[in-house]
């Protein structure tokens, strides 16, 4: 609360006032009517600006991404009327100091994501899981074995041999092998110059080269 010292009689709907009366009004209130014509202020002589405690009203500050700013100091001083006029009023002005946001960092090398783009984006596939052969019976690890390349052949027999280690697999070891070696030049995953040699081996078993001239 703050007091004011009436200069001129002032009268409202429920109040009046005489010159040289001192009222008790909020601070808001006594920063309206202190403006040197109609009141002063009575507690500091009518001296100096009307200064607003922070309990008592603290300005809203919103920032240019319409976040609301935390305010650390607010106050009101007096003000020169707007283009140097005087019309008998009195001019007061906000002065805030506020807690800027600190900006989050940003990758500049990433390009911010297209929202269409991630709605057509189609899902990610769970990987699938390896082939366990201690999971299957032996005709279902040879059947497995029969559709796979050699690098597959030869992950799938090693767990064998280091798991169960049935013999009706580990006696087909090198037939399996070859087979799959096959299917590698087949489909075109073995390196040419490898595939060469596979062939001419007659199935990648050591036999010399012959040719008829």
Do not use: C
């Amino acid at each position: 609360m703050a007091r004011i010292k009436v200069l001129e009689a002032i009268a409202g709907a429920d109040f009046s006032w005489s010159p040289g009366d001192v009222i008790e009004v909020s601070v808001e209130e006594a920063a309206a009517w202190a403006d040197g014509h109609r009141a002063v202020l009575a507690d500091d002589g009518g001296e100096g600006p009307v200064k607003y405690a922070a309990e008592d009203r603290v300005p809203v500050v919103i920032g240019e991404n319409g976040q609301t700013l935390e305010v650390v100091d607010a106050h009101v001083e007096g003000a020169e009327a707007p283009d140097g006029g005087d019309d008998g009023l009195s001019w007061s002005r906000w002065r805030v100091t506020v807690r800027l946001p600190v900006p989050a960092a940003e990758d500049d090398d990433q390009e911010p994501a297209d929202p269409a783009d991630l709605e057509n984006e189609e899902p990610e596939e769970p990987p699938v899981p390896l082939f366990n052969p201690d999971e299957h019976s032996n005709k279902g690890v040879l059947a497995y074995l029969e559709t796979v390349g050699e690098q597959e052949a030869l992950r799938v027999l090693d767990a064998e041999a280091a798991g169960q280690n049935r013999a009706g697999i580990a006696k087909n070891r090198e037939t399996v092998l070859e087979a799959a070696r096959a299917r590698d030049v087949a489909e075109g995953r073995m390196p040419p110059e490898v595939a060469a040699d596979f062939s001419r081996g007659g199935g990648g078993a050591e036999a010399p080269e012959t040719r008829d001239w």
